[in-house]
Protein backbone atom coordinates (compact mmCIF):
# COMPACT_ATOMS: atom_id res chain seq x y z
CA UNK A 1 0.00 0.00 0.00
CA UNK A 2 1.16 3.61 -0.81
CA UNK A 3 2.23 5.46 1.73
CA UNK A 4 0.23 8.65 2.57
CA UNK A 5 2.83 11.25 1.43
CA UNK A 6 2.90 9.00 -2.12
CA UNK A 7 -0.93 9.13 -2.42
CA UNK A 8 -0.81 12.59 -2.12
CA UNK A 9 2.14 13.52 -4.36
CA UNK A 10 0.22 11.16 -7.19
CA UNK A 11 -2.87 13.02 -6.87
CA UNK A 12 -0.98 16.39 -6.89
CA UNK A 13 0.89 15.20 -10.19
CA UNK A 14 -2.12 13.63 -11.74
CA UNK A 15 -4.17 16.86 -11.46
CA UNK A 16 -1.90 19.75 -11.81
CA UNK A 17 1.95 18.51 -13.52
CA UNK A 18 0.51 15.69 -15.87
CA UNK A 19 -1.98 18.48 -17.99
CA UNK A 20 1.18 20.81 -17.67
CA UNK A 21 2.95 18.34 -19.25
CA UNK A 22 0.63 17.03 -21.65
CA UNK A 23 0.07 20.67 -23.26
CA UNK A 24 3.23 22.10 -23.00
CA UNK A 25 6.55 22.46 -25.61
CA UNK A 26 10.11 22.58 -25.17
CA UNK A 27 10.56 26.08 -23.93
CA UNK A 28 7.22 25.83 -21.27
CA UNK A 29 8.92 22.86 -19.56
CA UNK A 30 12.09 24.21 -19.22
CA UNK A 31 10.68 27.02 -17.83
CA UNK A 32 9.18 25.02 -15.41
CA UNK A 33 12.72 22.92 -14.29
CA UNK A 34 13.90 24.52 -10.82
CA UNK A 35 17.24 24.03 -9.50
CA UNK A 36 17.33 21.86 -6.27
CA UNK A 37 19.66 21.99 -3.32
CA UNK A 38 21.47 19.65 -2.34
CA UNK A 39 21.27 17.69 0.67
CA UNK A 40 22.74 18.44 3.84
CA UNK A 41 26.55 17.67 3.92
CA UNK A 42 26.88 17.54 0.10
CA UNK A 43 28.89 19.80 -1.64
CA UNK A 44 28.19 20.80 -4.99
CA UNK A 45 31.75 21.70 -6.99
CA UNK A 46 31.23 22.88 -10.74
CA UNK A 47 33.38 21.13 -12.95
CA UNK A 48 34.71 20.35 -17.02
CA UNK A 49 35.09 16.58 -17.85
CA UNK A 50 35.75 15.84 -21.67
CA UNK A 51 34.77 18.82 -22.57
CA UNK A 52 31.18 19.07 -20.99
CA UNK A 53 30.22 21.04 -18.15
CA UNK A 54 29.39 19.09 -15.38
CA UNK A 55 28.91 19.19 -11.27
CA UNK A 56 30.44 16.92 -8.72
CA UNK A 57 28.19 16.22 -5.72
CA UNK A 58 30.81 15.01 -2.81
CA UNK A 59 29.31 13.88 0.77
CA UNK A 60 31.53 14.49 3.62
CA UNK A 61 32.63 10.83 3.78
CA UNK A 62 32.54 9.50 0.74
CA UNK A 63 34.94 7.16 -0.35
CA UNK A 64 36.81 6.10 -3.72
CA UNK A 65 33.92 4.87 -5.94
CA UNK A 66 32.30 7.11 -8.62
CA UNK A 67 29.12 7.39 -9.07
CA UNK A 68 28.51 8.66 -12.89
CA UNK A 69 25.36 10.30 -12.94
CA UNK A 70 23.38 10.82 -16.38
CA UNK A 71 20.09 13.11 -15.31
CA UNK A 72 16.87 12.71 -17.04
CA UNK A 73 14.19 15.45 -18.58
CA UNK A 74 13.03 13.66 -22.14
CA UNK A 75 16.47 14.35 -24.18
CA UNK A 76 15.41 18.46 -23.84
CA UNK A 77 15.69 19.66 -20.73
CA UNK A 78 17.10 18.80 -17.43
CA UNK A 79 20.60 20.05 -16.02
CA UNK A 80 23.01 19.03 -12.78
CA UNK A 81 21.21 21.41 -10.26
CA UNK A 82 18.04 20.38 -11.27
CA UNK A 83 18.75 16.69 -9.96
CA UNK A 84 20.76 17.42 -6.84
CA UNK A 85 18.22 17.11 -4.22
CA UNK A 86 17.86 12.90 -5.37
CA UNK A 87 21.28 12.68 -6.65
CA UNK A 88 22.62 13.97 -3.64
CA UNK A 89 20.86 11.85 -1.81
CA UNK A 90 21.51 8.80 -3.57
CA UNK A 91 25.54 9.89 -3.29
CA UNK A 92 25.08 10.11 0.57
CA UNK A 93 23.61 6.98 0.96
CA UNK A 94 26.43 5.29 -1.40
CA UNK A 95 29.27 6.99 0.04
CA UNK A 96 30.50 7.82 -3.35
CA UNK A 97 31.78 11.10 -5.12
CA UNK A 98 29.14 11.65 -7.60
CA UNK A 99 29.71 13.59 -11.21
CA UNK A 100 26.58 15.05 -13.42
CA UNK A 101 27.43 16.09 -16.73
CA UNK A 102 25.32 19.04 -18.61
CA UNK A 103 25.18 17.00 -21.44
CA UNK A 104 23.81 18.93 -24.79
CA UNK A 105 19.86 18.94 -25.15
CA UNK A 106 17.87 18.30 -28.45
CA UNK A 107 16.46 19.83 -30.01
CA UNK A 108 19.53 22.03 -30.32
CA UNK A 109 21.71 19.06 -30.52
CA UNK A 110 19.74 15.73 -31.30
CA UNK A 111 21.41 12.60 -31.52
CA UNK A 112 23.87 11.74 -31.10
CA UNK A 113 25.58 14.48 -29.22
CA UNK A 114 24.24 13.90 -25.64
CA UNK A 115 25.46 10.65 -26.20
CA UNK A 116 29.10 11.83 -27.49
CA UNK A 117 29.02 14.01 -24.69
CA UNK A 118 28.44 11.12 -22.16
CA UNK A 119 31.23 9.04 -23.46
CA UNK A 120 33.72 11.53 -23.65
CA UNK A 121 33.06 12.58 -19.45
CA UNK A 122 33.14 8.44 -19.22
CA UNK A 123 36.48 8.46 -20.52
CA UNK A 124 37.56 11.62 -19.07
CA UNK A 125 37.29 10.12 -15.68
CA UNK A 126 39.50 6.99 -16.95
CA UNK A 127 42.46 9.34 -18.05
CA UNK A 128 42.70 10.82 -14.72
CA UNK A 129 43.28 7.66 -13.27
CA UNK A 130 39.95 6.38 -12.14
CA UNK A 131 40.24 2.62 -12.35
CA UNK A 132 36.63 1.30 -14.43
CA UNK A 133 36.31 -0.55 -11.91
CA UNK A 134 35.72 2.34 -9.09
CA UNK A 135 32.46 3.78 -11.53
CA UNK A 136 29.29 2.96 -11.30
CA UNK A 137 26.89 4.73 -13.86
CA UNK A 138 23.33 5.38 -13.68
CA UNK A 139 20.40 7.44 -15.10
CA UNK A 140 16.98 7.92 -14.99
CA UNK A 141 14.67 8.59 -17.80
CA UNK A 142 16.21 9.77 -20.84
CA UNK A 143 19.57 9.45 -18.12
CA UNK A 144 18.79 6.15 -18.32
CA UNK A 145 18.65 5.82 -22.36
CA UNK A 146 22.07 7.25 -22.03
CA UNK A 147 23.87 5.21 -19.83
CA UNK A 148 23.17 2.32 -21.64
CA UNK A 149 24.14 3.23 -25.09
CA UNK A 150 26.90 4.65 -23.27
CA UNK A 151 27.80 1.31 -22.15
CA UNK A 152 27.34 0.22 -26.07
CA UNK A 153 29.15 2.66 -27.10
CA UNK A 154 32.21 2.09 -24.96
CA UNK A 155 31.99 -1.28 -25.66
CA UNK A 156 31.91 -1.29 -29.56
CA UNK A 157 35.03 0.38 -28.90
CA UNK A 158 36.86 -1.42 -26.68
CA UNK A 159 37.06 1.11 -24.10
CA UNK A 160 36.88 -0.93 -20.48
CA UNK A 161 33.55 -0.93 -19.00
CA UNK A 162 32.58 0.25 -15.35
CA UNK A 163 31.68 -1.96 -12.57
CA UNK A 164 27.51 -1.98 -12.83
CA UNK A 165 24.69 -0.01 -14.00
CA UNK A 166 21.34 1.18 -12.20
CA UNK A 167 18.75 2.58 -14.06
CA UNK A 168 15.59 4.66 -12.95
CA UNK A 169 12.71 4.06 -15.52
CA UNK A 170 15.15 4.16 -18.46
CA UNK A 171 13.70 5.13 -22.08
CA UNK A 172 14.86 2.33 -24.10
CA UNK A 173 12.80 2.02 -27.28
CA UNK A 174 12.43 5.12 -29.23
CA UNK A 175 10.21 4.26 -31.60
CA UNK A 176 7.89 4.32 -28.51
CA UNK A 177 6.10 1.11 -29.43
CA UNK A 178 5.82 -0.46 -26.32
CA UNK A 179 2.34 -2.36 -25.02
CA UNK A 180 2.18 -0.18 -21.98
CA UNK A 181 1.86 2.69 -23.84
CA UNK A 182 -1.43 1.75 -24.52
CA UNK A 183 -1.90 -0.10 -21.34
CA UNK A 184 -1.07 2.02 -18.56
CA UNK A 185 -2.27 5.62 -20.24
CA UNK A 186 -5.03 5.66 -17.93
CA UNK A 187 -2.40 4.79 -14.69
CA UNK A 188 0.81 7.03 -15.07
CA UNK A 189 0.43 9.96 -13.22
CA UNK A 190 3.27 12.11 -15.00
CA UNK A 191 3.79 11.40 -18.64
CA UNK A 192 1.39 11.62 -21.12
CA UNK A 193 1.91 9.77 -24.50
CA UNK A 194 2.08 12.96 -26.76
CA UNK A 195 5.18 14.51 -24.47
CA UNK A 196 6.90 10.69 -25.07
CA UNK A 197 6.00 10.50 -29.11
CA UNK A 198 7.54 14.31 -29.34
CA UNK A 199 10.71 14.16 -27.44
CA UNK A 200 11.36 11.28 -29.22
CA UNK A 201 10.94 12.80 -32.55
CA UNK A 202 12.89 15.71 -31.21
CA UNK A 203 15.79 13.90 -29.83
CA UNK A 204 16.46 12.16 -32.73
CA UNK A 205 16.19 14.74 -35.02
CA UNK A 206 15.87 12.62 -38.44
CA UNK A 207 17.97 9.22 -36.99
CA UNK A 208 16.80 5.34 -37.06
CA UNK A 209 14.55 5.44 -33.81
CA UNK A 210 15.40 1.33 -33.82
CA UNK A 211 19.26 2.20 -34.18
CA UNK A 212 19.07 4.33 -31.44
CA UNK A 213 17.32 2.66 -28.79
CA UNK A 214 19.32 0.59 -26.38
CA UNK A 215 16.38 -1.86 -26.41
CA UNK A 216 16.99 -3.47 -29.46
CA UNK A 217 21.12 -3.10 -29.58
CA UNK A 218 23.32 -6.14 -29.05
CA UNK A 219 23.56 -6.13 -24.93
CA UNK A 220 26.53 -8.75 -24.81
CA UNK A 221 29.19 -7.95 -22.74
CA UNK A 222 27.72 -5.30 -20.52
CA UNK A 223 28.19 -5.00 -16.81
CA UNK A 224 25.55 -5.98 -14.00
CA UNK A 225 22.36 -4.18 -14.59
CA UNK A 226 19.74 -3.01 -11.37
CA UNK A 227 16.56 -2.03 -13.26
CA UNK A 228 13.73 0.31 -11.19
CA UNK A 229 10.11 0.77 -12.50
CA UNK A 230 6.70 1.63 -11.36
CA UNK A 231 3.89 -0.82 -12.34
CA UNK A 232 2.01 2.54 -13.41
CA UNK A 233 3.79 3.75 -16.02
CA UNK A 234 3.44 4.61 -19.81
CA UNK A 235 6.86 3.13 -20.44
CA UNK A 236 6.87 -0.07 -17.95
CA UNK A 237 7.98 -2.19 -20.91
CA UNK A 238 10.73 0.06 -21.59
CA UNK A 239 12.33 -1.87 -18.39
CA UNK A 240 10.93 -4.83 -18.98
CA UNK A 241 11.71 -6.21 -22.08
CA UNK A 242 14.99 -4.70 -21.39
CA UNK A 243 15.77 -6.74 -18.26
CA UNK A 244 14.22 -9.86 -21.00
CA UNK A 245 16.49 -8.87 -23.83
CA UNK A 246 19.55 -8.55 -21.43
CA UNK A 247 19.03 -11.66 -19.59
CA UNK A 248 18.57 -12.99 -23.17
CA UNK A 249 22.09 -11.66 -23.83
CA UNK A 250 23.81 -13.19 -20.46
CA UNK A 251 23.83 -10.18 -18.73
CA UNK A 252 23.02 -10.20 -14.57
CA UNK A 253 20.01 -7.83 -14.13
CA UNK A 254 17.96 -7.18 -11.66
CA UNK A 255 14.12 -5.89 -12.61
CA UNK A 256 13.17 -4.13 -9.19
CA UNK A 257 9.10 -3.45 -10.12
CA UNK A 258 7.77 -1.09 -7.66
CA UNK A 259 4.03 -1.22 -7.29
CA UNK A 260 1.64 1.45 -8.02
CA UNK A 261 4.39 3.73 -8.59
CA UNK A 262 4.82 5.83 -11.23
CA UNK A 263 8.12 7.59 -13.77
CA UNK A 264 10.91 8.20 -12.08
CA UNK A 265 9.03 8.48 -8.57
CA UNK A 266 12.45 8.36 -6.67
CA UNK A 267 12.76 12.14 -7.27
CA UNK A 268 10.00 13.39 -4.96
CA UNK A 269 12.48 11.71 -2.15
CA UNK A 270 10.44 12.76 0.64
CA UNK A 271 8.17 10.03 0.35
CA UNK A 272 8.84 6.61 1.89
CA UNK A 273 9.09 4.44 -1.11
CA UNK A 274 11.84 7.10 -2.97
CA UNK A 275 14.04 6.65 -0.18
CA UNK A 276 13.65 3.17 -0.03
CA UNK A 277 14.46 2.49 -3.92
CA UNK A 278 17.50 5.19 -3.58
CA UNK A 279 18.87 3.05 -0.40
CA UNK A 280 18.43 0.02 -2.36
CA UNK A 281 20.63 1.70 -5.65
CA UNK A 282 23.12 2.86 -2.96
CA UNK A 283 22.91 -0.77 -2.40
CA UNK A 284 23.89 -2.34 -5.24
CA UNK A 285 26.61 0.82 -6.33
CA UNK A 286 28.58 -0.38 -3.14
CA UNK A 287 28.40 -4.30 -3.80
CA UNK A 288 29.68 -3.61 -7.56
CA UNK A 289 32.36 -1.19 -7.23
CA UNK A 290 35.50 -1.96 -5.85
CA UNK A 291 36.12 -1.06 -2.22
CA UNK A 292 39.97 -1.42 -2.57
CA UNK A 293 41.14 2.04 -1.52
CA UNK A 294 44.78 1.22 -1.23
CA UNK A 295 44.68 0.22 -5.09
CA UNK A 296 42.76 3.26 -6.08
CA UNK A 297 44.02 6.41 -8.22
CA UNK A 298 42.64 9.10 -5.14
CA UNK A 299 45.45 7.09 -2.52
CA UNK A 300 46.84 10.39 -2.42
CA UNK A 301 46.33 13.93 -2.63
CA UNK A 302 48.42 14.46 -5.58
CA UNK A 303 46.20 12.05 -7.58
CA UNK A 304 42.86 13.52 -6.03
CA UNK A 305 44.10 17.51 -7.04
CA UNK A 306 44.34 15.73 -10.81
CA UNK A 307 40.66 14.33 -10.80
CA UNK A 308 38.75 16.99 -9.13
CA UNK A 309 40.27 19.95 -10.67
CA UNK A 310 38.17 21.60 -13.78
CA UNK A 311 40.35 21.34 -17.26
CA UNK A 312 41.80 23.78 -18.38
CA UNK A 313 40.64 25.97 -21.82
Not at 3 to 32: M, T
Not at 85 to 100: D, E, F, N, P, S
Not at 208 to 228: C, I, Q, T
Request: include cysteine; hydrophobic fraction near 50%; charged fraction near 20%.
Amino acid sequence: MLSAWARAERWVLRSLLRPLIARGDVASWRRRAIAQPAPFGVRVVPTRMGGVAAEWLLPADAGDTILYYLHGGGFVMGDPPLYRRMVGWLARQAGTRTLVPDYRLAPEHPHPAALDDCVAGYRALVSRGIAPEDIVIAGDSAGGALALATLVALRDAGDPLPAAAALMSPVTDLTVSGASMRTRADAEVLLAPRFCHLVARLYLGGADARAASPLFADLRGLPPLLVHVGTDELLFDDSARLAEAARAAGVDVTLAVWPELWHVFQMFVSMPEARRALDEIATFVRLHARAAAAESALADEADAEAVWAPERA
